[in-house]
């Protein structure tokens, strides 16, 4: 303990010779200055006085981005960017420095302001610290770059509480990438992946000093010295350069988090303009394996050398094989382990030694090493097993963190699906009828007798008691074969009044149902318009439509479903009443020129649809399943809210019930059906999202899923196109032309493509489909498509 006083006084004297031996010398700039990339520009970056930092423009995919980077001989080192996530800038752009705005920058679509100030600007400079500032009128500094860093840190820059470092994609690309390190309220600077939950199972690295409190900061000294303190001045030093200056040159120290997630101090020694060079002197981890996140979903990472490769579980494929650490898929599904009577037979079981990974278990068993296989293939939830400690860990989809460690001692068994194999007919052998089992069957038989008689009593008994109230309920007697009369509070219409109302059934609406055309009409006292949907010479489909349709929007009420105000049953006439939608369906909007919504519009409109489905789904009082999610049965009100309609084919469950059987010759507009429709499977609320996701693509993109007059053949399906748009980061190409927020973009982009899995188990819940739209919650990378039968 003796030894901590003397490493402050250390430090504070290199501190002291820091700010002495390293004055930020400057040039300044004056206001109205600018900057371009154009090439005929009269400059497109700043320097500082000794030539080694500049500020400006620098080339970033197809266009140019606005950072600070250092000068080296063979290439550029970039240290901080503006706006990092946002699109590449044209060449056409200004940069200005103005007294009122701070830097903006001017482009094509508007000016963005770079650095956000609060009194005016009189000047600003590219310091030889590599810290570009800006001063008011008393030369004070009023904004500078080392307050909001990106994956660098200089020397004489800090690192406060709640300030982070987030990786770069890569070194050519400057964007958010998949790790962060923060410097948490509790002073423990931590690793973690971004697309975390950030709890403790997720981190990969900390100085584990979380008792050093709030007032923590990360320094990185002019001279190399990288450490943790605090107000009580207690001190961690975690890496100490002290690099030797032969020739009297000029040496740089940055402190980076690098793209593979792992902390780093490197050194530039600069001995002349001519001669540069660049050593790593410190890592906080020897082995980019130990980087949780650095392999994505359900693959894990081994080390080859100094080198880490990402590979895939077995039964699994990469999403990206170019770009594998994007992590993997499984090659089959299991959908139909449910469906037969010994599901063991469909799979078999893959080994992997010393494997681990971070997820937590849904069931740990008491067992032999040789029974996990055994106890992973007849649990139709089970993907894989850890066996560690007389002990089978069970755990679903998806596996994060994995990777293979020889410190462990732990068993992984992987369920494989078996090539060729088909179902297995369940085989039922000849009974023999003992003594015993005619006594039972006798037994069944006079309590099957008795409840028969039972329920002919009751029935007798009901049916005179309905006689005997019969002329109280006269008019509503001649429909209650439709079994529905006590499923509503609504108003019942003659069919007189509705043909009054409709001036005949004159004025059809476009986008009529699937089921019926609908007309525009008026109540009477014309302060009312309703949407009338008749339904005449019903056949059995229709008649079952009918009742589905009553029977769900009845129990239902929310700001983004249709409401129906009554109905109609005169014999094989069958109306419904709806309050009328003023501007149209959703369909009109999208697919007709002239007519499509700006983009707020757009992301307002796919949270309303979300909102009602979520509604369907679990909020309303029996669980509905809409089964006819389209742009044709989304209409919009007068103030532009959409609203789902058109519940013919909807399906209602009891609360102990997911799934419900339909066939899928009783629907339209198979593009948007799920792939469980056209394989006769039990269908669930997934169906619903799995429509949701085709329909929140053809928004963003305001065209059809299916388009033939396209300028390629790559974009005759919408899913695949933008799922090609994504992967090759070309996202523009789906909004060309649009001023949009392509952070927003990207997230929507996503969260449609999760939606369009074939597996119904990948997409998410319409809860988790609202929270990833509102930007709440963490969308991580989709698997590759299907493609498509």
């Not at 500082?48 to 400006?56: E, K």
């Not at 009901?462 to 509503?488: M, P, T």
């Not at 020129?593 to 009082?621: F, M, Q, T």
């Not at 629907?667 to 169906?687: F, H, R």
């Amino acid at each position: 303990m003796s030894s901590i006083p003397i490493l402050l006084l250390m430090l504070v004297f290199l501190l002291y010779v820091d700010a002495n031996t390293r004055q930020n010398h400057s040039t300044l700039i004056h206001l109205d200055s600018s900057l371009s990339p154009n090439v005929t520009a009269k400059r497109s970056s700043w320097l500082s006085p000794s030539g080694l930092f500049a500020f400006g423009f620098y080339p970033q995919g197809d266009g140019f981005a606005v950072g600070i980077w250092l000068i080296n001989q063979t290439e550029k080192t970039i240290i901080w960017t503006a706006n990092r996530d946002g699109p590449p800038v044209s060449s056409n752009v200004v940069l200005q420095l103005t007294r009122d705005r701070g830097l903006l920058l001017q482009t094509e679509q508007g000016s963005v302001a770079i650095s956000a100030v609060e009194e005016p600007s009189a000047s600003a400079a590219m310091l030889d610290s590599g810290n570009f500032v800006l001063y008011n009128q008393d030369s004070r500094v009023i904004w500078e770059s080392f307050k909001f860093p990106t994956d660098t840190i200089l020397g004489g820059q800090n690192l406060s509480a709640e300030d982070e470092l987030v990786s770069s994609v890569s070194k050519h690309n400057q964007s958010s990438g998949q790790f962060s390190l923060r410097m948490q309220e509790d002073g423990n600077l931590v690793a973690y992946p971004v697309n975390s939950s950030y709890a403790q199972y997720d981190s990969y690295w900390s100085t584990g000093t979380d008792n050093y409190g709030s007032s923590t900061q990360l320094t990185l000294s002019h001279l190399g010295v990288l450490f943790l303190r605090n107000d009580a001045l207690v001190v961690r030093v975690l890496a100490n350069s002290s690099y030797p200056n032969k020739n009297n040159g000029t040496i740089i120290h940055r402190a980076t988090l690098d793209a593979d997630g792992i902390f780093r101090l490197y050194v530039h020694r600069f001995e002349s303009f001519n001669s540069s060079s660049t050593l790593v002197n410190w890592s906080a981890l020897p082995n980019q394996c130990e980087v949780n996140g650095f392999c994505g979903l359900n693959s894990y990472c081994s080390s080859e050398g100094s080198k880490a490769v990402c590979n895939c579980y077995p039964s699994f494929v990469f999403v990206n094989p170019i770009n594998k650490f994007q992590g993997c898929y499984r090659s089959f599904t299991n959908d139909g382990c449910r469906q037969v009577k010994e599901p063991a037979m469909l799979y078999r079981i893959d080994i992997l030694e010393n494997m681990r990974w971070g997820d937590y278990p849904y069931s740990v068993v008491p067992a032999k090493k040789e029974d996990c296989g055994k106890l992973c293939l007849e649990d139709c939830n089970c993907a894989a097993i850890l066996y560690t400690n007389d002990h089978c860990t069970k755990y679903k989809l998806p596996l994060r963190y994995g990777r293979v460690s020889e410190n462990t001692s732990a068993t992984a068994f992987f369920k494989v699906i078996t090539k060729n194999i088909t179902t297995p007919p369940v085989s039922i052998a000849p009974e023999v009828l003992t003594e015993s089992k005619r006594g039972l069957v006798l037994t069944l038989a006079i309590c099957l007798g008795s409840i028969s008689c039972l329920c002919f009593i009751f029935s007798i008994y009901s049916f005179f008691r309905y006689k005997h109230q019969v002329f109280r309920y006269r008019r509503l007697s001649e429909n209650a074969n439709l079994g529905l009369i006590e499923d509503f509070t609504l108003r019942t219409f003659s069919y007189n009044e509705l043909e009054k109302a409709t001036d005949g059934f004159r004025e059809e609406l476009m986008g009529s149902s699937s089921f019926g055309a609908v007309y525009k009409g008026t109540l009477p006292g014309g302060n009312k318009t309703i949407a009338v949907k008749r339904l005449e010479k019903v056949v059995e489909g229709g008649q079952q439509e009918f009742k589905a349709e009553m029977t769900a929007l009845a129990r239902t009420h929310h700001r983004n479903l249709v409401r129906l105000l009554g109905f109609c049953i005169e014999g094989s006439k069958k109306l419904l009443v709806y309050d009328y939608m003023s501007n149209g369906s959703l369909a009109d909007l999208l697919f007709k020129s002239g007519l499509r919504p700006i983009w707020k519009e757009r992301v307002k409109i796919a949270l309303d649809v979300a909102r009602g489905i979520l509604y369907l789904h679990e909020e309303c009082e029996v669980h509905i399943i809409h089964c006819n999610i389209k742009p044709q049965n989304i209409l919009m009100d007068d103030t532009w809210t959409a609203k789902i309609s058109d519940f013919g084919l909807a399906k209602l469950l009891p609360r102990n019930q997911s799934r419900t059987t339909m066939r899928v010759e009783e629907t339209t507009g198979y593009s948007y059906l799920a792939p469980e429709w056209q394989k006769n499977a039990l269908i669930s609320v997934k169906a619903d999202t799995y429509s949701f996701g085709i329909v929140l693509l053809e928004l963003l993109c305001c065209r059809s899923s299916i388009e033939i007059n396209v300028p390629s053949a790559d974009e005759i399906l919408l899913s695949s196109w933008v799922y090609n748009c994504f992967m090759a980061g070309e996202l523009d190409k789906l909004v060309q032309g649009e001023n949009v927020d392509f952070m927003t973009l990207e997230r929507m982009v996503k969260v449609g493509l999760w939606c369009i899995q074939e597996d119904p188990a990948l997409r998410p819940s319409m809860k988790n489909v609202i929270l990833m739209l509102e930007g709440t919650m963490d969308i991580p990378i989709p698997p590759i498509l299907s493609p498509v039968a």
